[in-house]
Structure formats: structure tokens, C-alpha cells
């Protein structure tokens, strides 16, 4: 995956057709709105690439008609309403709840009542990077069976999830600056889109997949994620170079080493990390910018594994 530079876009007005060329162009070029006198939008978005979050309020009610929203759209409403209609139901959402708004591609009527919504735009690639679709054996089309979280807890898992990405990730401009941290990040968010909303997606491996989970696998696939470590790389990258599927290589990891092949990704920038504060000088380099250059976006975080794996807390290795 590559990463395009981090943008913030703010937008705020009055304006009926300002808010609809700003909506159209964001979302849906063939986006219907309408609103009544005296609505006013107020729209910050922090675009990745991958992905984007935004957080929408308003002071008025905003009836929308999409056709096709293109990524996967996730809401949560933190203090509006939201009635949701697609697909023959109709749906009504309050403060905390967590709604895919339409299936991807699948047209759909949005009433937005007066408050504050937070919306994240998944690119579908990364889906595909996390998880294989049945019956093919290859990243496809994954469809969500419902709209709805299979739970409360994993709705709160999604929350998590989202605040951990805004707060640590993109309110970090040396972290956010990262390729390694924004395409970890996107496939944070796939992963627990793909947990929190029933889907179709395929996890069991298959006769053909434990036979090629194989030890010539595993090398492979090694060599690949040591070689390419300092790049944004998914697992989905890691089983083409092993040439084999994504549940294989998964597998083989598993098997043999007892870990999964982002986790010994993760093992590698851990080292290369601690190769880089060996050799920094403390008057030029930060713990912070190293690890974030290894695509490790929490500073606490980074420090905890670092200290677990070497004994000391990065900053002491940095100025041994």
C-alpha cells in the first residue's frame, strides 16, 4: 500500500450550494441534499489516503441521498441523531451508536439530525489485505451481511479503535508523516471493521493452504519482510512473495514459529529500531522519531515492547 500525505480539510458554512459541492466532491459526486433555512455544516476531515476520518456537525437537519459512496463508510454519532434507509430497512441511530451508513456501492437515504457524527472512509483495497473471501482463494469482494455491530462490545471495540487512531496517530504529525504508521493504521481499522460488522469473509484454511504452510514457506516469506521492513507492507504482500494465499502463509507462521507475519514484522522494526538508537547521536535523533520511522505511532507503546525485549527503555539505549 502506499500512503499520500496527510491532509486536514476544515469546512464551515451556510451556504446550500456550498455544502452541496463540498459534500458532492468529498463523497459522492451524485450526493442529493437538502436542507432547511438556517442549516449550517461544520466538516473537519483528516485524510490519509487509505483512509479518512472526519467529524461532521450541524445545527440543522440534512436529509442525503447517495448512489454510491465508493469505500466502506462507518458512523458514530456522538451527540446526533441519525435515521438511516437502504437496502428495504430503515434504521434509526442515537449517541454512541456505530452503523456501517451503506453497503459499498449500495444506494441509500440519510437524515441527519442536529449534531455531531464521526464518519471513517475505508479504500476497499485494504480490506482485501486483512482478509480472503469465499469461495475464491485470492483477495475479492467482501460483502457485510448487516449494517449493524454483531454486539455492544464490539461497537465499543470500534470507538476504541477509532480514538486510538485519532488521537495517537493523527494528532501526531511525526507519526502520521510515516508511511509504516498510516499503513498500519489503515489495516487497523480494516481489521476491526471486518470484526465488528458480520461480513462474508473467509478465516478457515483450507487442505491445499496447510500443505503449503510449509517451512520452504516460512523462509520465503521471511526473507521477503526482511528485505522489505522498512517498506508498508500487509500480510496480503508477504504470501504473493512466498507465493502462496494470505490463510497459507498465515498458517505457517503460526505453525512454526507460533506468531502471525505482522507480529514477526513488527519483531524486525523492533530491531531495526533499536539498531537505529545504538547508532544515533542524542543530539540530532528523538526515541519518538525513530520509532515512528519503524511505523510504531505510540510512544508508551513502543517504549514497553522495547523495554521488554531489551531489558532498558529506548531512551537510555539512545544515549548509552
Same mark, same amino acid.
Given at each position: ?229 522498512? =517498506? ?68 508508551? =507503546?513502543?517504549?514497553? =515492547? ?15
Amino acid at each position: 500500500m502506499t500512503s499520500s500525505p496527510v491532509q486536514t480539510h476544515q469546512f464551515d458554512s451556510r451556504d446550500p450550494v456550498a455544502i452541496h459541492t463540498f459534500l458532492s466532491t468529498t463523497y459522492d459526486p451524485k450526493l442529493r441534499i437538502h436542507s432547511r433555512n438556517g442549516y449550517r455544516l461544520t466538516h473537519h476531515r483528516v485524510d490519509t489516503g487509505p483512509f479518512a476520518i472526519a467529524t461532521t456537525r450541524q445545527t440543522g437537519q440534512l436529509d442525503i441521498g447517495a448512489s454510491t459512496l465508493g469505500g466502506l463508510v462507518i458512523g458514530r454519532t456522538r451527540t446526533a441523531r441519525v435515521d438511516r434507509a437502504c437496502d428495504g430497512s430503515a434504521d434509526r441511530f442515537g449517541p454512541g451508536d456505530v452503523f456501517l451508513v451503506t453497503r459499498p456501492e449500495e444506494p441509500c437515504s440519510v437524515r441527519w439530525h442536529p449534531g455531531e457524527v464521526e464518519l471513517c472512509v475505508l479504500d476497499l483495497s485494504v480490506l482485501a489485505q486483512v482478509a480472503t473471501t469465499t469461495p475464491a482463494r485470492r483477495p475479492g469482494r467482501i460483502r457485510f451481511t448487516h449494517l449493524g455491530p454483531a454486539d455492544a462490545v464490539l461497537a465499543r471495540q470500534w470507538r476504541d479503535t477509532t480514538s486510538f487512531i485519532s488521537d495517537v496517530v493523527l494528532n501526531n504529525p511525526r507519526a502520521s508523516a510515516q508511511p509504516l504508521v498510516i499503513g498500519n493504521a489503515a489495516r487497523m481499522l480494516a481489521a476491526a471493521a471486518l470484526t465488528v460488522f458480520p461480513n462474508t469473509a473467509f478465516t478457515e484454511p483450507t487442505a491445499v493452504d496447510r500443505r503449503h504452510a510449509s517451512t520452504a514457506t516460512l523462509r520465503r516469506a521471511i526473507t521477503f519482510v526482511e528485505e522489505h521492513a522498512d =517498506r508498508d507492507i500487509s500480510a496480503v504482500d508477504i504470501a504473493g512473495a512466498a507465493g502462496v494465499s494470505l490463510r497459507a502463509v498465515q498458517l505457517a507462521f503460526r505453525r512454526h514459529l507460533g506468531i502471525t507475519p505482522m507480529a514477526y514484522l513488527r519483531r524486525i522494526r523492533l530491531a531495526r529500531a533499536h539498531h537505529d538508537l545504538v547508532r544515533a547521536d542524542p543530539g540530532q535523533e528523538t526515541v519518538s522519531a525513530i520509532a515512528s520511522r519503524w511505523g510504531f505511532a505510540s510512544h508508551s =507503546r513502543f517504549t514497553a =515492547r522495547y523495554h521488554a525485549s531489551y531489558g532498558v527503555p529506548p531512551r537510555e539505549t539512545l544515549h548509552a
